[in-house]
């Protein structure tokens, strides 16, 4: 059985940090590509940033130069470092692995406010 658990959020203020981790278990972690998304109220599902499995990263736009992703294969572990964090950064951020399969995680919320 396939599971990604999400960790890492909470209540940051603006201009703060937070890093997200998402650990894989139930698949051949090194295989797939590996993905954040997340969804604010009223909104659909973005994509935030993805990593590939030799590690080559890409972002969405509206956080490019503010956040990083990377991986730890040793540890099944995908990371979303969160910089500079604004308040159109609130919602809940959602691990992705892709493969030949899709597979989610429950999320995570990270609220950015003061």
């Known amino acids: 059985q396939v599971h990604l658990v999400e960790s890492g959020g909470g209540l940051v203020q603006p201009g703060g940090s937070l890093r997200l981790s998402c650990v894989a278990s139930?698949?051949?972690?090194?295989?797939?590509?590996m993905r954040w998304y997340r969804q604010a109220p009223g909104n659909q599902r973005e994509f935030v940033a993805g990593?590939?499995?030799?590690?080559?990263?890409n972002f969405a736009d509206s956080v490019k130069g503010r956040f990083t992703i990377s991986r730890d294969n040793a540890k099944n572990t995908v990371y979303l470092q969160m910089n500079s964090l604004k308040p159109e950064d609130t919602a809940v951020y959602s691990c992705?692995?892709?493969?030949?399969?899709?597979?989610w995680g429950q999320g995570t919320q990270v609220t950015v406010s003061s």
């Open positions: 992705n692995a892709l493969r030949f399969a899709n597979y």
């Open positions: 139930g698949i051949i972690f090194t295989g797939y590509n």
């Open positions: 990593i590939t499995t030799n590690g080559s990263p």
